[in-house]
């Protein structure tokens, strides 16, 4: 058994020291928090002719902090119920593998939730308190992501959860406490990112298919079947490319935006990684290009964005 565990953190190439918490993180899902934050922020500047640093920092840093708190409570509730073992593809590992007490992972989950919440305050003193509501429903979502007598993460309606949070909802703060206002373009603009990061999500699900399966759970991937999830992936893929469309050519996005399109590359590469495969070792190529389709495509809107406003057509 303890060969096995050589040769499987030799094939995902893990690392000590350092590494062991690094992973902890869940660097490949980090852009669920960080891109919102960049979009809303840049839309805001670009309608707006606003930008306020310190707010932009600060909610840049309680983002990750919250996206990363929910992954060490996915770590944790998850070994906690038997789901995670050593040979567990897609976690960190920490627990299973590299031998970190299980309180020290929800400890560090509750001071970074701490940390987003000291945050959030300073956001909320230099904006709305209404931000304090929205924060703490989304730090709670959070938490019953993997804790809680009902997980989210077990039900079907997990996609629906990432996306509208982290998508719609967190480029709509980052927009809000810049401008103190909404504008139905900045909802609709965040409609491709939330399904970019809800297809994260449903990635992860496909490759965990079979281990999920035998531990209950009733995910989307699971009620679809494999193929058919990655068929429904591959269809996310080409509604939010389709959205970055028809908004380009309603004068939503700049017509700068077509570089996006550059990212279906990316998106290309997730479909053929996960076709024909079976064995998560073997999808997780697949699950790290999905979380990379979300941050080109993000980076690629901000430079148009930048080039909107800087060179003129």
């Known amino acids: 058994m303890k060969e096995k565990n050589i040769d499987i953190k030799e094939a995902l190439n893990e690392r ?14 980090l852009t669920a928090s960080f891109i919102p934050v960049l979009i809303g922020t840049f839309v805001a500047h670009t309608q707006m002719q606003v930008f306020h640093f310190g707010l932009f920092f600060a909610m840049l840093i309680a983002s990750i902090l919250i996206q990363a708190a929910t992954n060490m409570f996915n770590e944790y509730y998850d ?5 995670d073992n050593e040979h567990s593809v897609g976690i960190g590992g920490t627990i299973v593998r590299d031998g970190i007490e299980p309180k020290t992972v929800l400890r560090l989950a509750i001071i970074f ?44 309606f997990g996609e629906l959860f990432a ?8 480029i709509a703060i980052s927009f809000y406490i810049q401008t103190l206002q909404l504008t139905k373009e900045v909802l609709l603009i965040s409609i491709p990112i939330a399904i970019f990061i809800g297809a994260i999500l449903l990635a992860n699900n496909i490759r965990d298919l079979d281990n999920d399966a035998k531990n209950g759970r009733r995910t989307l991937a699971i009620l679809m079947g494999r193929e058919n999830a990655i ?15 028809l908004f380009i050519l309603f004068d939503i996005l700049p ?35 999905t979380g990379k ?7 690629l809107l901000i430079i148009a964005f930048i080039l909107d406003k800087f060179v003129t057509m």
């Not at 000590?16 to 899902?29: A, E, I, K, M």
């Not at 389709?293 to 980076?299: A, E």
């Open 113 to 156: 939730f701490g940390i987003a919440i000291l945050l959030g305050l300073y956001i909320c003193f230099l904006s709305s308190w209404w931000i304090a509501v929205i924060g703490a429903a989304s730090m709670l979502i959070g938490y019953l992501y993997t804790g809680g007598p009902i997980p989210i993460a077990y039900t079907p």
């Open 255 to 289: 017509v700068w935006a077509w570089l996006t399109y550059i990212s279906c590359m990316k998106a290309a590469q997730v479909i053929l990684g996960f076709k024909g495969k079976t064995e998560p070792i073997e999808m997780m190529p697949a699950m790290v290009n």
């Open 79 to 83: 070994y906690k119920r038997g789901l």
């Open 16 to 29: 000590d020291g350092f590494q062991v918490w690094w992973r902890l993180l869940r660097p490949h899902t």
């Open 163 to 170: 996306g509208f949070l982290m998508g719609t909802v967190m």
């Open 231 to 245: 068929h429904f992936l591959a269809s996310l893929f080409i509604v939010a490319y389709g959205f970055t469309a």
């Open 293 to 299: 389709t979300n941050s080109m495509y993000g980076f």
